[in-house]
């Protein structure tokens, strides 16, 4: 007998009944959770501005090759019922061309209460070799890492970049 059969094989009924109704319970405030990302039409989440600095703080259109990039994000949730927070990640990606090859990325984890803004900078570095010319800047907010089951929870946000020699 497995450890698994030994100890289903051990509960009670009530017992059993228990898991059953937290596994349902388990299941419906999952669902509940996807749902509440995406509420009436619109993400939980907005981004209500994108400012690009410099190392020094300096507001940004264009930058050298081989210098720092902040992305600095506000991020709003919309929620103002939501009494649990919202995690989320922030992220900041550079791309360059078409098909687009990505030259820098920065990240940011935080968690807002309905209602709640935030500001944060994430940064990357502008490669040395990279071309010049105008660079998207992509600004995105998923729940998680996608590699741990994140799905986006804002729209999209682009600007863009002007990389120098």
């Known amino acids: 007998m497995s450890v698994f059969e030994y100890i289903v094989n051990s509960m009670t009924t009530k017992t059993r009944m228990s898991m059953a109704l937290f596994a349902v319970f388990l299941l419906a405030f999952s669902s509940l959770m996807l749902h509440t990302a995406y509420a009436n ?11 690009l600095r410099d190392e020094n703080g300096n507001v940004i259109t264009s930058i050298s090759r081989g210098k720092f990039v902040f992305a600095e994000v506000t991020v ?4 103002t019922y939501s009494y649990a927070s919202q ?3 922030l992220i900041a990606r550079l791309t360059y061309g078409s098909p687009p090859t990505m030259y820098g990325i920065g990240a940011f984890k935080g968690s807002l209460a309905g209602g709640q803004s935030m500001t944060a900078a994430p940064g990357f570095l502008v490669p040395r070799d990279a071309p010049t010319g105008t660079y998207t800047v992509t600004i995105l907010v998923f729940s998680d890492w996608p590699s741990a089951g994140g ?3 804002a729209t999209v946000v682009t600007t863009t970049l002007t990389v120098t020699p």
């Open 41 to 51: 039409g619109s993400y939980v989440l907005q981004v209500t501005s994108v400012v």
């Open 76 to 79: 709003k949730n919309t929620q």
């Open 87 to 89: 995690p989320f990640l």
């Open 151 to 153: 799905y986006p929870i």
